[in-house]
T-cell receptor, first 109, second 115 residues
Framework: RKEVEQDPGPFNVPEGATVAFNCTYSNSASQSFFWYRQDCRKEPKLLMSVYSSGNEDGRFTAQLNRASQYISLLIRDSKLSDSATYLCVGLDNTDKLIFGTGTRLQVFP | DAGVIQSPRHEVTEMGQEVTLRCKPISGHDYLFWYRQTMMRGLELLIYFNNNVPIDDSGMPEDRFSAKMPNASFSTLKIQPSEPRDSAVYFC?????????????FGPGTRLTVL
């Protein structure tokens, strides 16, 4: 089993839609989780950290479910500019960041 | 403030040649990371440094790969000899004070093609 697994998508959604991605992780001891965003042929950039209590940043909400070992990202009112690949990130058992292979989102008009 | 700087942005070389990738981290950042990204395997950590000292190189694929950080503002990743399977995008990233809890800032990457 991969340490961090994501559905590669693509998720094709219309503008204004709500879309959610899940990501499962295998290291139950991981204390840090993140979502990074990567535009086509660009570098990854931090979108948001994921806290145990969940956190929200504008249209974006991240949740952590330790019992089921998954994290989620919810995007409300999707914009064309949200089209990108979203990388789920956790820690391996040596506390190094482990990136998922990404979920591709395409928002269409 | 300038972000992480990498050079070259693109590199095309022939199998067997030596390739050197360069990185300048964000000033003041204590950690520097080298990653490789391919479609099949995603983003993989190769090696990381703390205060110029290599901490974990377990991700370096084999002896053909080596990395150095002679000072706080410069690092190199060298592949010698290069092979077609080394074709990938190589990212350098830096973070301020932690390898696991801090934001990592990525450079624009070097797109390497080995023919």
């Amino acid at each position: 089993r991969k340490e961090v697994e994501q559905d590669p998508g693509p998720f094709n959604v219309p503008e204004g839609a709500t879309v959610a991605f899940n990501c499962t992780y295998s290291n139950s001891a991981s204390q840090s989780f993140f979502w990074y965003r990567q535009d086509c042929r660009k570098e990854p950039k931090l979108l948001m950290s994921v806290y145990s209590s969940g956190n929200e940043d504008g249209r974006f909400t991240a949740q952590l479910n330790r019992a089921s070992q998954y994290i989620s990202l919810l995007i409300r009112d999707s914009k064309l500019s949200d089209s990108a690949t979203y990388l789920c990130v956790g820690l391996d058992n040596t506390d190094k960041l482990i990136f998922g292979t990404g979920t591709r989102l395409q928002v269409f008009p | 403030d300038a972000g992480v700087i990498q050079s070259p942005r693109h590199e095309v070389t022939e199998m067997g040649q030596e390739v050197t990738l360069r990185c300048k981290p964000i000033s003041g950042h204590d950690y520097l990371f080298w990653y490789r990204q391919t479609m099949m395997r995603g983003l993989e950590l190769l090696i990381y440094f703390n205060n110029n000292v290599p901490i974990d190189d377990s991700g370096m694929p084999e002896d053909r790969f080596s990395a150095k950080m002679p000072n706080a503002s410069f690092s190199t990743l060298k592949i010698q000899p290069s092979e077609p399977r080394d074709s990938a995008v190589y990212f350098c990233a830096s973070s301020l004070v932690s390898a696991s809890t801090d934001t990592q800032y990525f450079g624009p990457g070097t797109r390497l093609t080995v023919l």
